[in-house]
């Protein structure tokens, strides 16, 4: 099982970016995702997260300009980005926690990080 995500760039202060990660192998089903983000010299931190039911919830500081979302017959997860912000620079991962076919229990999985730079 791997995650691919795509998407990432260079931007001006309130532009758009939509960010995308694909989970793919041998997979029986997916339970929570999610995406990080990781400035220089700062901590990972939590930006928003989606249950397989659709519920979400969002780091406060991107509550109203970020909609995270999910294709489960994709097993893909999006992070639109509205508004962005130079502080909204980081990098990007995805996370999910997935059942493997064979496999006992769930597993919790990273993508590769994809790079957001905001230029103000």
């Known amino acids: 099982v791997q995650l691919q995500a795509s998407g990432g760039g260079l931007v001006q202060a309130g532009g758009s970016l939509r960010l995308s990660c694909a989970a793919s192998?041998?997979?029986?089903?997916?339970?929570?995702m999610g995406w990080y983000r990781q400035a220089p010299g700062k901590q990972r931190e939590l930006v928003a997260a989606?249950?397989?039911?659709?519920?979400?919830n969002y780091a406060d500081s991107v509550k109203g300009r970020f909609t995270i979302s999910r294709d489960n017959a994709k097993n893909t997860v999006y992070l639109q980005m509205n508004s962005l912000k130079p502080e909204d620079t980081a990098v990007y991962y995805c996370n999910a926690n997935i059942r493997g076919i064979g496999v006992r229990g769930v597993r919790n999985y990273w993508g590769q990080g994809t790079q957001v730079t905001v230029s103000s």
């Open positions: 192998g041998s997979i029986f089903s997916i339970d929570d």
């Open positions: 989606i249950t397989s039911g659709g519920s979400t």
